[in-house]
C-alpha cells in the first residue's frame, strides 16, 4: 500500500473531505456514465467467460478510463457476480475499492516509464495473488520509452493465464502500433451536457450542496465532456457560493457586440481583467460563450447549454446575429496565436473584439459582407442604407426610392461626371513623341480597321424630382474643325495627325525628303520638326516653305516650322512589312513594264519615289 493509498483511506475513514471527484468516483458498470457500449462489451465479456488478455482504453481526460479498469478488476474477482456486474459488498470489492488489494497493480507510465519499472512488473506478473484474475492498470501507456514498450510486448502477447492487461491512454496515436495490436481497443467518448447536468444534480442532492441552477449549469459549461472536471468545477462553485469567480459572465461584452458599442465592451473587458481573468482565459471562455449561440442559429440538437438556460441564451444570439458570431470567433481565434508572443496580451484582445463590434474598423471580406447584407436587408424592407459607424447619415428625404427614375437618373449623371470628356482630353497637353515612335502607313491602316464603330446616342433619363439636385454635367468638348477654323490649342500630336494629310499634297521631291520626319515639339505658333541628321536638315531647308503653306491653310492659323535634329526613326513607313511588300510589287511592275517596251530607261527617279515612298535620291 502506497503513501498517497494510505492518506486516501485515514481521510475517508475520518470522515474529513474527499474531492467530489474521488467520492463519487463509480464503483459498478451501472453506475458509470456516458459510456454504454463500452458497458456492455465489457459486461458481456466477464458474463461469457471471454475476457481478452489486454485490452486499451483511450479518450479524454475524466471520461472513466482507470475507474473502468477498477470495476473490471472487481468484476474478476468478485465473489457474487450477477450478469457480468460485480457486487460492491465482497471482501474482494471492498479491498479493490480501497486500494488495498493484491490482484490489481496500478502504475503510472508518466513515471515510471523506463525499461527497469516495465522489467520489474514483468518479473512479477507470473507470481500468484488471491484472487482468480491478477490485474495491471497501466496509466497514460503512451508516455513509456521505446526501451520499455519492448520489454513490455512479448509479456503483453502472452501473458500468464490469470493476468490480464489494462493499458490507458489520452493519446492512442502515440501507442506504438505493436502494442496496439496486441490489445483490444475501446474508445471512451466525452459525455453530453444532459448526462452531466444529471450526474450534478444527483450529486448535490447527495451531498448536500448549496448550489442554485445557474451555478450547476456553470460547471456543466466549464467541464466540456469530462466528468471529473465537472465535479471539480462543482465543488469549487459550493466553496465559492456563487458561480461568478468559476466562470466569467460576459454579458456586458454580448451587449456590447450587439449594440456595436466600442466604449461599453472595452469597459466591460476591463472589469472582467480587474476580476483577475487573464486575456487567454478570456478569449477561451468567450469563444466557447459563442459557440453555444453559432450551434443554435445552425444544429440546436448540438448545442450543449442545459435546457433550462437555452431560450434566454437564444434570444440574445439571435440578437448579435450569425455572420458577427462567426466573425468574432474567427476573429478571437487570431488573436489567440498572437497573444502568445504579444507584449500585451489584453491589448490583443480588444482590439480584435473592436474590429467585431465596429464594421467600419474591420476590412476584412466577413465584415464587408456583413455591411452589404445589412444594406440588402433595409432596401428589402424599403429603407435607407445605414452608412457606416462615424460617418454622417444623409436625410431620407434627400435620397430616391430604390428601383425609382430618379434613382436611375443619378446613377447616369455620376456616371457621365466620373468618365473624362472629349473636351478634357482635348486639353490635356500631350508629351512630346519621339520621331522613332512613328507608326508605319501598315500599321495605321490596321489600326483604323480595328477601330470601333461610333457609340449609340445615349437616351436622356427621366427628370430629377425637386428634391434631388441634379448632378453637374460635363462641358461638352469642341470639335476639330476644318482647315481655316481656329480649334484651341495646338499640340504635337494634332500636328502629326495633319501632317499625314499635308504630306501627301506637297510636291514629289518634297515629299521624298520630309517623308522620315516628325513634329516633336510646338509651342502655339511655331513647330520644330525633327529629321535625321544635319545633311538632311540642310536639304530640306528648300521645302519649308511649301511645307508651312500647306499646315496653315490645313490648320486655318500662322505657324512657323523650324527645322532639328532628331534621332533616326527605326521604324518609318518603308521598314513595315506591308509596305515593303507593296512597294516591291510595284517597283517589279514598273521592271516588267520597261522591259516589255524594250527601254529601262523608262524607270524615272520619280517612279521609282512613287514605288518607296520616303526613299531619297542621293547625288555624288
Aim: charged share 20%; aromatic share 4%; with cysteine.
Amino acid at each position: 500500500m502506497t503513501e498517497l493509498e494510505g492518506t486516501t483511506q485515514r481521510l475517508v475513514g475520518d470522515d474529513s473531505f474527499v474531492s467530489l471527484y474521488r467520492r463519487f468516483r463509480p464503483g459498478t458498470f451501472s453506475a458509470l456514465r456516458g459510456q454504454p457500449h463500452v458497458v456492455r462489451a465489457l459486461q458481456h465479456a466477464v458474463a461469457e467467460n471471454r475476457v481478452g488478455h489486454a485490452y486499451l482504453f483511450s479518450g479524454p481526460r475524466g471520461t472513466g478510463k482507470t475507474s473502468t479498469a477498477r470495476i473490471l478488476a472487481k468484476a474478476l474477482n468478485c465473489t457474487d457476480l450477477h450478469e457480468g456486474e460485480p457486487c460492491g459488498a465482497c471482501t474482494s470489492c471492498i479491498e479493490i475499492t480501497k486500494g488495498t488489494s493484491l490482484d490489481v497493480t496500478e502504475l503510472d507510465a508518466a513515471s515510471n516509464n523506463g525499461v527497469d519499472a516495465m522489467r520489474d512488473l514483468v518479473n512479477h506478473a507470473n507470481l500468484g495473488t488471491p484472487g482468480r484474475w491478477k490485474v495491471y492498470i497501466v496509466d497514460e501507456v503512451h508516455m513509456l520509452s521505446n526501451a520499455a514498450a519492448n520489454a513490455l510486448l512479448k509479456t503483453l502477447e502472452e501473458p500468464p493465464s490469470h493476468v490480464v492487461f489494462v493499458l490507458a491512454t489520452t493519446d492512442p496515436q502515440k501507442v506504438p502500433a505493436t502494442i496496439r495490436s496486441r490489445t483490444q481497443h475501446l474508445e471512451f467518448r466525452l459525455l453530453g451536457s444532459d448526462t452531466l447536468a444529471t450526474l450534478l444534480s444527483e450529486v448535490r442532492v447527495e451531498a448536500g450542496l448549496a448550489v442554485d441552477d445557474e451555478s450547476l449549469a456553470a460547471a456543466v459549461r466549464r467541464a466540456k465532456g469530462s466528468a471529473r472536471d465537472a465535479l471539480s468545477a462543482l465543488d469549487q462553485v459550493a466553496a465559492a457560493g456563487s458561480a461568478d469567480d468559476v466562470v466569467p459572465i460576459f454579458d456586458g461584452v454580448i451587449d456590447a457586440l450587439v449594440e456595436s458599442d466600442a466604449g461599453a465592451l472595452l469597459v466591460a473587458l476591463a472589469e472582467l481583467h480587474d476580476a483577475g481573468w487573464g486575456p487567454q482565459q478570456l478569449a477561451t471562455e468567450l469563444i466557447q460563450e459563442l459557440r453555444t449561440g453559432f450551434l443554435g442559429h445552425v444544429a440546436p440538437q448540438l448545442n450543449d447549454v442545459v435546457r433550462a438556460e437555452q431560450p434566454a441564451q437564444h434570444e440574445r444570439m439571435h440578437e448579435l446575429g450569425l455572420p458577427r458570431i462567426v466573425r468574432t470567433m474567427e476573429a478571437i481565434g487570431k488573436a489567440q496565436i498572437q497573444m502568445r508572443d504579444a507584449p500585451e496580451p489584453q491589448v490583443v484582445l480588444e482590439l480584435a473584439l473592436v474590429r467585431s463590434a465596429r464594421l467600419d474598423l474591420d476590412d476584412s471580406p466577413a465584415a464587408l459582407a456583413e455591411r452589404l447584407s445589412r444594406i440588402e436587408q433595409r432596401l428589402a424592407e424599403g429603407g435607407v442604407p445605414s452608412a457606416p459607424l462615424g460617418t454622417p447619415t444623409p436625410a431620407p428625404a434627400a435620397l430616391p426610392r430604390p428601383g425609382s427614375a430618379a434613382e436611375a437618373a443619378i446613377a447616369v449623371a455620376r456616371a457621365a461626371a466620373a468618365a473624362p470628356t472629349e473636351a478634357t482630353v482635348a486639353q490635356t497637353p500631350a508629351a512630346p513623341i519621339k520621331p522613332s515612335e512613328k507608326p508605319s502607313l501598315g500599321a495605321i491602316r490596321r489600326q483604323q480597321a480595328a477601330a470601333p464603330a461610333a457609340p449609340e446616342p445615349v437616351s436622356t433619363p427621366d427628370p430629377l424630382p425637386p428634391e434631388v439636385e441634379p448632378m453637374p454635367t460635363a462641358t461638352p468638348a469642341a470639335p476639330v474643325h476644318p482647315a481655316g477654323q481656329a480649334a484651341g490649342p495646338l499640340d504635337v500630336e494634332q500636328l502629326n495627325e495633319a501632317w499625314k494629310t499635308v504630306h501627301s499634297t506637297l510636291p514629289v521631291k518634297a515629299k521624298a525628303i520630309l517623308a522620315i520626319g516628325r513634329f516633336v515639339g510646338t509651342d502655339g505658333a511655331r513647330a520644330d520638326f525633327a529629321l535625321p541628321n544635319a545633311a538632311h536638315v540642310d536639304r530640306a531647308r528648300e521645302c519649308v516653305p511649301a511645307m508651312a503653306s500647306a499646315l496653315v491653310a490645313s490648320l486655318g492659323r500662322p505657324l512657323e516650322v523650324s527645322l532639328v535634329v532628331g534621332e533616326e526613326p527605326s521604324n518609318v513607313a518603308v521598314h513595315d512589312e506591308d509596305d515593303v511588300e507593296e512597294s516591291v510589287e510595284a517597283f517589279a511592275t514598273l521592271v516588267e513594264e520597261s522591259k516589255s517596251a524594250g527601254n529601262i530607261d523608262s524607270l524615272a527617279s520619280a517612279k521609282i519615289f512613287e514605288a518607296f515612298p520616303g526613299s531619297i535620291e542621293v547625288t555624288e
